[in-house]
C-alpha cells in the first residue's frame, strides 16, 4: 500500500477512494440510517410515515435515475414517470402471474423491463440532443401512457380504473402495516442509493460526466458515447421503474395510470434542479423540498383562510410554490446540495473557520 504524508496527516490512495473518506460523513451518514431504522418507526405517527417519509424516499428513488441521467450524463429526460409506470405494472404482472416470486424480486424485474424500454427510447439520443432528446423522451412518456392503457393484458384484463396489487410476503414477512412498507422502501432505497453513489465514483460515472461536460472531447479521449449514453438510459429507467413498483405497492396499494401522468415527470425534474445536479444527496434534498413545501405551505394558509377565500387560497399556494423555486434558483442554481455542502466545510472548520 502507498502512503503519503501530508503535514501531520498520512493517508493513501485506498483512504482517498472510499466512498465517505471524511469521518464526519461516515459519522453523519450511520446517524441518519439510525434516525431511519429506530427513531421514525417508534415515534412517528402513521400519517407520516404513510404520506411523509415513504413518498419522500420512493421519489428520491426516482430523482437519482433522472439525476444519473441528467446531472452525471447530461441527457435530458421527460418520461421519467412513464418509466415509473412501466416498472409498477411489470412488477404487477410478475407477482399476479408468477405468484412464487420474492416481492423484492419483482420489484427488480420491473426496474429491469423499465430499462429495457429505457434502452429503447434511448436509441435516438446518438444523432439528437439537448431541447430535441426531451421531446423524444417526451414521447416516451405518452407512448407509454398509451399501451398501458389500450392493451388490458398489462392491467391482468382489470380496465376498471384502479387495480389492487397483491399482498407482499417476504421469507415469511407480511408486509402489511404503514411501518413495514416503509420499512421495506427504505431498505430498497438505501441500497440502490448506495449503489448509485458507488457508480457515478467509478470508470462509468467519470464517462459520464466527461459527456456531460463536453462530448466531443470525451469521445476523442477514447469514451464511446453511444454506449455510454445508453447504458446511462437504462440505469435511468431501471431506477425509476423500481421507484414505480414501490410507489405503487408501498404507498398507493393499488395500480392506476394517473399516477404516473406527465406532471410527475416534471415533479421530478424540479426535484434534481432545485436539490442539485451531479449529486445524490441533492435528490433526497430536492424531493424534500419538492413534497414538503407544499404540504407546509397549505398548512399556514389553513390558518388564516375563510370558507369565502378557499379558491383564493388554493391558487395563493400554487403560486407561492412556484415563486419560492425560482427565488431559489436565482439565489442559489446549484441547488440544496451546494449548500448542504457548504454547510458542512463551515462546521469542519469551526471554530476556526480561517
Given amino acids: ?28 451518514i450511520a446517524f441518519v440510517l439510525f434516525v431511519a431504522y429506530v427513531i421514525i418507526p417508534v415515534f412517528a405517527s402513521e400519517y407520516w410515515i404513510s404520506t411523509i417519509f415513504t413518498v419522500v424516499l420512493i421519489y428520491s428513488l426516482a430523482a437519482i435515475g433522472l439525476n444519473l441521467l441528467t446531472g452525471y450524463c447530461g441527457q435530458l429526460s421527460l418520461g421519467q414517470a412513464g418509466f415509473m409506470a412501466v416498472g409498477a405494472y411489470a412488477a404487477f404482472n410478475f407477482a399476479v402471474r408468477l405468484p412464487g416470486l420474492p416481492v423484492v424480486v419483482n420489484f427488480l424485474l420491473g426496474g429491469v423491463c423499465a430499462a429495457l424500454v429505457g434502452l429503447l427510447f434511448g436509441l435516438p439520443s446518438l444523432r439528437i440532443k439537448g431541447f430535441y ?8 412518456q405518452f407512448t407509454i401512457e398509451w399501451v398501458i392503457v389500450s392493451f388490458n393484458w ?42 448509485a453513489k458507488n457508480l457515478v465514483r467509478g470508470e462509468i460515472g467519470r464517462s459520464w460526466m466527461a459527456i456531460r461536460d463536453l462530448d466531443v472531447a470525451a469521445e476523442m ?37 394517473t399516477s404516473f401522468e406527465l406532471l410527475v415527470s416534471f415533479r421530478i425534474l424540479g426535484m434534481i434542479i432545485v436539490g442539485g445536479l451531479g449529486t445524490i ?74
Avoid at 133 to 140: M, Q
Fill in 1 to 28: 500500500m502507498i502512503y503519503r504524508q501530508t503535514g501531520l496527516f498520512v493517508t493513501s490512495y485506498a483512504k482517498d477512494m472510499r466512498m465517505f473518506p471524511i469521518p464526519q460523513d461516515r459519522w453523519g
Fill in 133 to 140: 432528446l426531451a421531446v423524444a423522451t417526451l414521447a416516451a
Fill in 154 to 195: 398489462f392491467a391482468a384484463g382489470n380496465m376498471m380504473g384502479a387495480i389492487d396489487t397483491p399482498r407482499m410476503v417476504i421469507l415469511g414477512w407480511h408486509v402489511e402495516s404503514v411501518t413495514d412498507k416503509y420499512l421495506l422502501t427504505l431498505s430498497v432505497v438505501v441500497v440502490l442509493a448506495f449503489a
Fill in 221 to 257: 479521449i477514447g469514451i464511446r458515447l453511444f454506449p455510454q449514453k445508453l447504458l446511462a438510459f437504462m440505469v435511468s429507467a431501471f431506477y425509476a421503474g423500481v421507484a414505480g413498483a414501490l410507489l405503487a405497492f408501498c404507498y398507493l396499494g393499488s395500480l392506476e395510470i
Fill in 281 to 354: 444527496t441533492g435528490s433526497f434534498l430536492g424531493a424534500a423540498f419538492i413534497i414538503l413545501l407544499p404540504i407546509l405551505i397549505s398548512n399556514v394558509a389553513a390558518q388564516f383562510a375563510s370558507t369565502q377565500v378557499t379558491q383564493f387560497t388554493a391558487n395563493a399556494e400554487v403560486m407561492l410554490f412556484g415563486a419560492l423555486i425560482i427565488g431559489f434558483l436565482i439565489l442559489e442554481p446549484l441547488g440544496l446540495a451546494r449548500l448542504w455542502r457548504s454547510l458542512k466545510d463551515k462546521l469542519r472548520l469551526w471554530p476556526f473557520p480561517y
